[in-house]
């Protein structure tokens, strides 16, 4: 059984780097795409972007200018860097597995991590 | 973008009844449409995927349908544990994108 576990800092300075990792148990990264999605308190959810266990990466348009994503497969972990954060990015992170057979979806997601950007 | 489009975005309903949520997509998207299920505190999961395949260990009162810009998810007989907030989310294009959601709510 596939789980998923984010973690990184919870809370971050405005103008900094919002650095997460999400490691991989209980499976292989190889020949699936990881995907980090995010949720604002109360609000729905956002996609940010996938790496697949090559390394290639899709990135949301949206942030594609600030994000920077990772992946260690010996580690069997994926990393996320989100660059010049406002309180904008305030918001739970996901992980998730993107899988892909005929279609893209997200079978196994991680539990989510609080990040908070303040001063 | 794909816009998706959820309606409604709450409604309330009792254990028992059957619940239809519709999601929109802007631009034709095949069967590339997937639904997911969200209780409050956890994160998303996923309940269909392709439109109307039912992922492993959902139980079988969940039923997805549709194919092009219209798709609905249906709860045949609504339990309490279903009561959450649900959100359809498109796999044809880049970025992908998520409906707003519909919470169900307890009547």
């Known amino acids: 059984q596939v789980q998923l576990q984010e973690s990184g800092p919870g809370l971050v300075k405005p103008s900094e780097t919002l650095s997460l990792t999400c490691t991989v148990s209980g499976g292989s990264m190889n020949s699936y795409f990881w995907s980090w999605i995010r949720q604002p308190a109360g609000k729905g959810l956002e996609w940010i972007g996938r790496i697949y266990s090559s390394g290639n990466t899709n990135y949301n348009p949206s942030l594609e200018s600030r994000v920077t994503m990772s992946v260690d497969t010996p580690k069997n972990e994926f990393s996320l860097k989100l660059s010049s954060v406002t309180a904008a990015d305030t918001a739970i992170y996901y992980c998730?597995?993107?899988?892909?057979?005929?279609?893209?979806?997200?079978?196994?997601w991680g539990k989510g991590t609080t990040v908070t950007v303040s001063s | 973008d794909i816009q998706m489009t959820q309606s409604p975005s709450s409604l309330s309903a009792s254990v028992g009844d059957r619940v239809t949520i519709t999601c929109r997509a802007s631009q034709s998207i095949s069967s590339y449409l997937n639904w997911y299920q969200q209780k409050p505190g956890k994160a998303p999961k996923l309940l269909i995927y392709a439109a109307s395949s039912l992922q492993s260990g959902v139980p079988s009162r969940f039923s997805g349908g549709g194919s092009g810009t219209d798709f609905t998810l249906t709860i045949s007989g609504l339990q309490p544990e279903d009561f959450a907030t649900y959100y359809c989310?498109?796999?044809?294009?880049?970025?992908?994108?998520f409906g707003g959601g519909t919470k169900v709510e307890i009547k």
């Open positions: 989310q498109q796999s044809y294009s880049m970025p992908l994108t």
């Open positions: 998730a597995r993107d899988i892909n057979i005929g279609n893209y979806y997200m079978d196994v």
